[in-house]
């Protein structure tokens, strides 16, 4: 089972700031927290990851809580081509380690 | 750089039929392989990994089967297909503990 919740769906004003919350509450110490999408009829592209501290990419920023138990994921400007699932996942850095998928959020970005 | 090629890009075959899809991945030496099914509508399933040649790991029973005959390319198998079997495959590599990345996927139709 994935180790993430994530609401099913949610919605965001084109040229706003989308914020997808993710809880990972029993995250270990040596698991970070990834973020992929996936468009319609596409694979799914990475998007950032981190293991403490807030990260930033040309993609988007990962705000990650002091106790790990939660991140979000934050779309600075989203246009209607950010329009996907997205997932968050917990994965441990093992060589031999399986990335587990939850149901993700799918975001609708409006007009 | 690396990529990731997956083909075909959309297959229809018949319930019975065999199948074989394959994975190649480029720029990377000894990368973890994986194959992932995604049924319409529904989240990513992992069903099978590999960490080496000739090494095949499986996620679940199923009517498919997975193959590495050389180190960057990976084959998904069926003697028979079913219609269960519909849905988007696609392959990943990660190369040890760097992100997983996936392929374009896909989209197997069986009638």
């Known amino acids: 089972d994935a180790k993430t919740t994530q609401p099913t769906s949610m919605d965001c004003a084109e040229g706003r700031a989308a914020n997808l919350p993710c809880n990972h509450s029993t995250i270990s110490g040596n698991e970070y927290v990834y973020w992929y999408r996936q468009i319609h009829s596409q694979g799914p592209q990475y998007i950032i990851h981190?293991?403490?501290n807030n990260e930033t990419n040309e993609m988007a920023s990962l705000i990650i809580t002091e106790d790990r138990k939660s991140s979000t994921l934050i779309l600075p400007h989203a246009t209607l081509r950010d329009t996907a699932v997205y997932y968050c996942i917990v994965r441990a850095i093992n060589r031999d380690d399986k990335i587990i998928f939850g149901k993700g959020t799918r975001l609708h970005i409006l007009p | 750089s690396q990529t990731i090629h997956q083909w075909p890009a959309t297959l229809v075959q018949p319930v019975g039929s065999p199948l074989s899809l394959e994975c190649t991945v480029e720029?990377?030496?000894?990368?973890?392989l994986y194959w992932y099914r995604q049924a319409a509508g529904r989240g990513l399933q992992l069903l099978f990994y590999?960490?080496?040649?000739?090494?095949i790991s499986s996620e679940v029973p199923q009517n498919l089967s997975a193959s590495r005959p050389q180190d960057r390319q990976f084959i998904l198998s069926s003697k028979k297909l079913l219609l269960s079997d519909s849905g988007f495959y696609l392959c990943?590599?990660?190369?040890?503990?760097?992100?997983?990345?996936f392929g374009p996927g896909t989209r197997l139709l069986v009638l």
């Open positions: 990943a590599w990660r190369q040890g503990q760097e992100t997983q990345y």
């Open positions: 590999s960490v080496g040649i000739g090494q």
């Open positions: 720029g990377t030496s000894n990368p973890n």
């Open positions: 981190g293991l403490k």
